[in-house]
């Protein structure tokens, strides 16, 4: 266990749907990151928070994908008209940012299947 | 998560004998490295990692090695283990860390 949590670690909806997962990282960490992974793909980087600021986001992340970190502290990640394709297992990951080290905690995931 | 690794290479080696897992990355401009390993079902779990300014750095039971002329990583895992069995995915960042870029993963198999 890393510390970092993510809920729910499953999620099975039909498509069209709008879907919502939750973050919480460790506690002192600073920037919190969403990734999405494919089967036999590394994770590919949707976007990232310094602490309430969301500073980068991927071109992966599409309009109908939105994610937010209102206290600096919890994350969501929404996604709204679910597509087939939105299936994979989304990964969220924190560090606490210096000059120093910028290793990632990584939690279990949340693993998305959209019929 | 579930199915880690399904279509991956896999590198095969017996128990108690070294590894060495190759990466080529990808932005000659990135200047931290990491090394992840990832079970089924569970999310990467770092193991070392290197800044540019090194081209080695050890940690217990695994090495790392950084030659930035070809751009190519590598991982060394010394007396493998049952439990090293997984995928492992080297990732590369710069512009401080905003950005982290997996690579396509290797899949570990340690035989008895």
């Known amino acids: 266990d890393t510390g970092v949590s993510q809920d729910p670690r499953h999620k099975i909806t039909k498509r069209g749907q709008n879907v919502t997962f939750r973050c919480d990282p460790i506690?002192?960490?600073?920037?919190l990151y969403w990734y999405r992974q494919t089967l036999g793909q590394g994770p590919e980087f949707l976007t990232y928070?310094?602490?309430?600021?969301?500073?980068?986001k991927s071109r992966l992340l599409s309009d109908r994908f939105s994610a937010e970190r209102p206290k600096g502290s919890f994350s969501t990640l929404e996604i709204q008209r679910t597509e087939q394709g939105d299936s994979a297992m989304y990964l969220c990951?924190?560090?606490?940012?210096?000059?120093?080290?910028?290793?990632?905690?990584f939690g279990p995931g949340t693993r998305l299947t959209v019929l | 998560g579930e199915n880690v690794g399904l279509h991956l290479p896999t590198l095969s080696v017996q128990e108690g004998d070294n590894s060495i897992i190759n990466c080529a990355y990808s932005?000659?401009?990135?200047?931290?490295f990491i090394w992840y390993k990832q079970e089924s079902g569970k999310g990467p779990q770092f193991i070392i990692d290197?800044?540019?300014?090194?081209d080695k750095r050890q940690g217990q039971r695994v090495t790392v090695l950084l030659n930035k002329t070809v751009k190519h990583l590598s991982l060394q895992i010394a007396a493998t283990q049952p439990g090293d069995s997984a995928v492992y995915f080297c990732?590369?960042?710069?512009?401080?860390?905003?950005?982290?870029?997996f690579g396509p993963g290797t899949r570990l198999s340690v035989l008895p």
């Open positions: 290197i800044r540019s300014n090194m």
């Open positions: 928070f310094q602490n309430e600021a969301q500073l980068e």
């Open positions: 990732a590369e960042t710069g512009n401080y860390g905003q950005n982290f870029v």
């Open positions: 506690s002192e960490h600073n920037r």
């Open positions: 932005n000659s401009a990135s200047d931290y």
């Open positions: 990951a924190s560090i606490f940012h210096s000059p120093h080290t910028d290793t990632q905690y």
